[in-house]
């Protein structure tokens, strides 16, 4: 009898707001490595925002497809391996796919050193933690006594975001929807203060929270916020653009934002778009760096830790609507 | 008796398109230099799509007021000085506003070499030549064998900034309105090609002009075209942002690009806004460059000259309509 692999395939290509229908529980057979490749176990899956623009057609991979697995980043165990470099036991992040086995090529597959708890190698030590580094210190440039302003800031990368910028000396403003994340913010992670962009006006309470005005904005959402920010940034200012979350989950925004060009000429504003992979070659220093910081309790990792692979299609559902508070992944469990 | 002084007045603050009707030609008395002023008879007035920007509402400078002498740029000459550092006989750039005659304090005044002709002062090695050299290398950043769009084609700036692409071994796009102006840059300044926006299907005929997508977008005008260009925009491309005068001419827009942020975050694209001043301590070493390449015949210098001060307001509006080829300018005659 051979072992089945549950998998959570892509059903069909949502056009507005994803659903549960979008996906459908499957049960595959165990796949098999050749030559080349490594047999992996998976562990813990990684929710973004990220899985669902996916959807909406090609970003930096190729749009998904209805009837495939759906496509996710994950950290594996490998069980065999016909690849050199990989040994029994070692774990790796990669796009496994939404399932309890995968077998890939050693290529597509990056090695992680083994941490405890597992689950930071997906929140502080992985994309999310990453990705806030790069994009606050490489793209947003800020300067102690800046003031940065980050958007989905009690999201994965928004919580780190702002917390660095707190490391570095600046004025941090987070911007939340819901009045329980923004104290959250203030009083679990030390922003100096917060927005819940759900109370309305909030171009006046970016006024009252950004006196000075903003120095660099992180965006994850894009959208109204965006276009706030953009009439508040000062001369020079920085935006380092990581995603646009408030606009994945329906169709594609018909416009853009005000002000553009208009405030980025006259304030000579940057606005930038990165992706990890950029970095690659400071990936081993800005890895030391955090895990510095998580060690001497500067830098708190917030995770939103799911049981049961079967939960994954919820998981994201609700990762979209913002509830989560920090860093969600699916525990994939019974294997 | 004393010599008047004859000047454009701004009549009142256009909400929509600027009119004749929005301009009073005045004289005033002969201004006087006091003690730290120079006494300075103008010679020629620049003309820029930012003499309308300036009239909505305060960008790198305060927003223009009725009943004031009409801002701008020009070349003028010192009549008498009261500041060290000056001599009867200097030419100094200056914002002098649209008359004869200004004083105004040594520390507001830019003082410039003489070339001949004079005109050149304005245009190549002017805020023209100057925005074109600083935007396109130190902003747009091109390569050998990228290509660059620039719109606003035959314009002031960007009759420049294709040229100096093509000395940069770059595959040069220029946008402009009218296929005269467009037969005209491929012709006259070797362009490799040009769109005529007028003709519609801009998206179509930039996929055909910009085969291998865009690497560097010089946008003068916003609006349409960039959303168009953004969409061809290669991975990493950067987009140098100068003007937005298609939104000059009339109401605020609405909205901004489509794209924005969405194609920031995807394509990895840097967009960013600068002005001269920026620039200040390269300007000795790009006036170098220009010259050089001026004299070796390889950057053309289109002017488009109009004499008498009281055919300023026609000059402007025709600017904005997109009249000129090359740098638009106003010989002061008759002082």
Same mark, same amino acid.
């Given at each position: 009898?051979?072992?089945?692999? @549950?998998?959570?395939?892509?059903?069909?290509?949502?056009?507005?707001?994803? @659903?549960?229908?979008?996906?459908?529980?499957?049960?595959?057979?165990?796949?098999?490595?050749?030559?080349?490749?490594?047999?992996?176990?998976?562990?813990?899956?990684?929710?973004?925002?990220?899985?669902?623009?996916?959807?909406?057609?090609?970003?930096?991979?190729?749009?998904?497809?209805?009837?495939?697995?759906?496509?996710? /980043?994950?950290?594996?165990?490998?069980?065999?391996?016909?690849?050199?470099?990989?040994?029994?036991?070692?774990?790796?992040?990669?796009?496994?796919?939404?399932?309890?086995?995968?077998?890939?090529?050693?290529?597509?597959?990056?090695? !992680?050193?083994?941490?405890? =708890?597992?689950?930071?190698?997906?929140?502080?030590?992985?994309?999310?933690?990453?990705?806030?580094?790069? /994009?606050?210190?490489?793209?947003?440039?800020?300067?102690?006594?800046?003031?940065?302003?980050?958007?989905?800031?009690? /999201?994965?990368?928004?919580?780190?975001?702002?917390?660095?910028?707190?490391?570095?000396?600046?004025?941090?403003?987070?911007?939340?929807?819901?009045?329980?994340?923004?104290?959250?913010?203030?009083?679990?992670? /030390?922003?100096?203060?917060?927005?819940?962009?759900?109370?309305?006006?909030?171009?006046?309470?970016?006024?009252?929270?950004?006196?000075?005005?903003?120095?660099?904005?992180?965006?994850?959402?894009? *959208?109204?916020?965006?276009?706030?920010?953009?009439?508040?940034?000062?001369?020079?200012?920085?935006?380092?653009?990581?995603?646009?979350?408030?606009?994945?989950?329906?169709?594609? =925004?018909?416009?853009?934002?005000?002000?553009?060009?208009?405030?980025? !000429?006259?304030?000579?504003?940057?606005?930038?778009?990165?992706?990890?992979?950029?970095?690659?070659?400071?990936?081993?220093?800005?890895?030391?760096?955090?895990?510095?910081?998580?060690?001497? *309790?500067?830098?708190?990792? =917030?995770?939103?830790?799911?049981?049961?692979?079967?939960?994954?299609?919820?998981?994201?559902?609700?990762?979209?609507?913002?509830?989560?508070?920090?860093?969600?992944?699916?525990?994939?469990?019974?294997?």
């Amino acid at each position: 009898m051979t072992t089945p692999n @549950r998998q959570i395939q892509l059903a069909g290509i949502p056009t507005d707001k994803l @659903r549960p229908e979008h996906f459908s529980l499957a049960q595959a057979a165990m796949p098999q490595a050749a030559e080349g490749e490594l047999l992996l176990r998976i562990r813990l899956i990684s929710l973004d925002a990220a899985n669902r623009a996916w959807m909406q057609g090609a970003t930096y991979r190729s749009a998904l497809q209805a009837g495939q697995v759906m496509a996710g /980043g994950a950290i594996a165990e490998v069980m065999e391996s016909k690849a050199a470099g990989f040994a029994q036991g070692d774990l790796v992040f990669a796009d496994t796919g939404w399932q309890e086995y995968a077998a890939l090529p050693a290529a597509r597959v990056q090695k !992680v050193a083994r941490r405890e =708890p597992l689950t930071h190698l997906l929140s502080v030590y992985g994309v999310a933690g990453l990705t806030a580094y790069f /994009g606050l210190l490489r793209v947003g440039r800020p300067k102690a006594g800046d003031t940065v302003v980050v958007s989905a800031a009690a /999201g994965s990368v928004g919580a780190f975001v702002g917390q660095i910028a707190k490391i570095k000396g600046c004025r941090v403003v987070g911007i939340a929807g819901g009045a329980d994340k923004c104290a959250w913010l203030k009083d679990e992670l /030390g922003f100096d203060a917060a927005i819940d962009y759900k109370a309305g006006n909030l171009s006046g309470a970016l006024k009252e929270a950004a006196p000075a005005g903003i120095d660099v904005y992180f965006d994850n959402v894009g *959208g109204d916020i965006l276009e706030a920010c953009l009439f508040r940034m000062n001369q020079g200012g920085r935006i380092a653009c990581c995603g646009a979350v408030s606009q994945y989950d329906g169709a594609p =925004p018909r416009h853009g934002p005000r002000g553009v060009p208009g405030l980025i !000429v006259t304030k000579r504003l940057t606005m930038q778009g990165f992706i990890l992979y950029d970095f690659a070659d400071e990936r081993q220093q800005a890895l030391d760096e955090l895990e510095g910081w998580v060690r001497a *309790g500067k830098l708190k990792v =917030p995770e939103d830790v799911i049981d049961g692979l079967e939960n994954t299609p919820a998981a994201l559902i609700g990762l979209l609507a913002g509830e989560n508070r920090g860093k969600r992944m699916v525990r994939v469990t019974g294997v």
